[in-house]
């Protein structure tokens, strides 16, 4: 089993920042990657990023790499999601999720909510 837990989520006025972390915790394998994931209102849920625990690699979803960026702490198992210039259609639910593969979905957080409003 592995826990996962989001923070940094909070309301934004557009054009602002924001920095979500994800902690991870229990029977974690290194061949795993962490991602984020978000759900708009009415919207399906959808890949943002993710990060691998070897190496770094990171991957994004579609049109997410210019104001997304995924990082992670060090050799541990705590994840990042910076996101920059904040638009209302960033609004949501931001979980966090690990597992093996590009877009790992093993295990969840339970989410952290972003609004972007003026």
């Known amino acids: 089993q592995v826990q996962l837990v989001e923070s940094g989520g909070g309301v934004v006025q557009p054009g602002g920042s924001l920095r979500l972390s994800c902690a991870a915790s229990g029977e974690i394998f290194t061949i795993y990657s962490m991602a984020w994931y978000r759900q708009g209102p009415g919207k399906e849920r959808e890949f943002v990023a993710s990060?691998?625990?070897?190496?770094?690699?990171?991957y994004y979803g579609d049109s997410k790499k210019g104001r997304f960026r995924i990082s992670r702490d060090g050799s541990g198992y705590t994840a990042h999601l910076q996101i920059n210039s904040l638009e209302p259609e960033d609004t949501g639910v931001y979980y966090c999720?690990?597992?093996?593969?590009?877009?790992?979905?093993?295990?969840w957080g339970q989410g952290t909510q972003v609004t972007v409003s003026s």
């Open positions: 990060i691998t625990l070897i190496g770094d690699v990171t």
């Open positions: 999720a690990i597992g093996r593969g590009a877009t790992p979905d093993a295990y």
